[in-house]
């Protein structure tokens, strides 16, 4: 975790040091100039601007001050729930830790229980479902790294807890007992689905997508983006599938050079595999052999045993169309809770 920092007076500094050591990763700390020392970077006036770039860069904010100092730093930059950092406040003193902004999904919430424990300060949270001891779904979601489909839907179900129960369905087996507030079942105003199928089983439904389904992927050699494209868009469609819960692609060694299929992992942001002939030999199963394929690169299938290396099951076999193969398989996945 990327976590920036920020203290005003000498004391602050040093409950600063304390934080940057209970927390590790990735820390930068900043002060004013009169208080810099070692490890610590000068705050360039006005606070506001300067906190722009960090707050871009950062996974999570701690202001050790003044709540109000917190706010006029970060309100200017302040964009969406779903990616802006968490912010949690500790005063001087190290006696309360406060969750300022992006409780649940950012993590706030979290660290603020985290760095209170470290610090041995009290932690104040205000969001309605921890108050009152209720499922926080998008937490929850956020931790477990689920695309979360809408943010309305979000804000009813965490409305409709706070009321009684949520029923949810899902494709996955469940483990363990479910939290306050959840129930198993299909229908309903409103509901929880999680699944990689775009599917909507309730009046609202909240549907969470788990990164679970590897693309396979083959094509012949110069093959542009768009042609790529088409196809996995394609598949996906025709196989009721989320693009939100694809976890990877995967593909022959022999294209890990190819530009058309890098760019469409880029502007995806899909991670890419490649494999050698003899890894993707090795995969079991049946797969729709090609005997100028196995001329070509040594293995008689691409996309189909690339999609399958290191996933359950084969979900849609090889797809063909000008100049490329697409195959999708899906990961084992179990949903559980942690209290």
């Known amino acids: 975790m990327r976590t920036a920092i920020f203290a ?46 960090v707050f871009a860069w950062a996974d999570a904010l701690v202001f050790v001050g003044a709540c109000g100092i917190a706010v006029r730093a970060i309100a200017p930059h302040l964009r969406d729930k779903r990616t802006d950092p968490a912010a949690v406040v500790v005063d001087e003193l190290e006696k ?36 009152n001891g209720r499922f926080a779904v998008d937490a929850w979601a956020a931790k477990q790294g689920l695309h979360i489909g809408s943010r309305e839907a979000a804000k009813a179900v965490s409305a409709a807890v706070l009321e009684g129960s949520v029923p949810l369905c899902t494709d996955f087996p469940v483990v363990g007992e479910l939290p306050a507030g959840v129930e ?25 997508a ?62 890419v595999s490649f494999y050698s002939a003899k890894e993707l030999s090795d995969v079991e199963g049946e797969f729709t052999p090609s005997k100028f394929v196995q001329e070509t690169t040594g293995v008689d299938n691409i996309c189909e045993r690339a999609a399958l290396l290191g996933a359950e099951r084969l ?19 179990e949903v559980y809770f942690d209290g």
């Open 8 to 53: 005003f007076s000498r004391r602050g500094c040093a409950a600063a040091g304390r934080i940057r050591d209970a927390l590790g990763g990735e820390c930068r700390c900043y002060t004013m100039e009169k208080y810099c020392t070692e490890g610590f970077a000068p705050i360039v006036p006005p606070l506001a601007d300067f906190t722009g770039p």
């Open 184 to 208: 198993m079942g299909k229908t309903g105003d409103v509901g929880i689905c999680i699944s990689w199928k775009n599917q909507s089983p309730f009046r609202e439904t909240l549907l969470l």
């Open 96 to 131: 309360f830790v406060i969750s300022l902004l992006s409780g649940h999904i950012g993590g706030a919430n979290d660290l603020a229980d985290r760095l209170a424990a470290a610090l041995g300060a009290v932690p104040v949270v205000t969001t309605a479902t921890d108050v």
């Open 210 to 271: 788990p990164p679970v389904l590897h693309l396979g992927i083959g094509c012949r050699r110069g093959i542009s983006e768009e042609a790529v494209a088409s196809l996995v868009e394609q598949v996906l469609d025709e196989a009721g599938a989320l693009p939100e819960a694809v976890k990877m692609v995967a593909s022959i060694d022999l294209k890990q050079d190819e530009p058309g299929l890098l760019e469409l992992c880029r502007r995806r942001k899909w991670p």
């Open 315 to 333: 979900l849609v076999k090889k797809v063909a169309k000008d100049g490329v193969t697409a195959a999708i398989a899906v990961e084992s996945w």
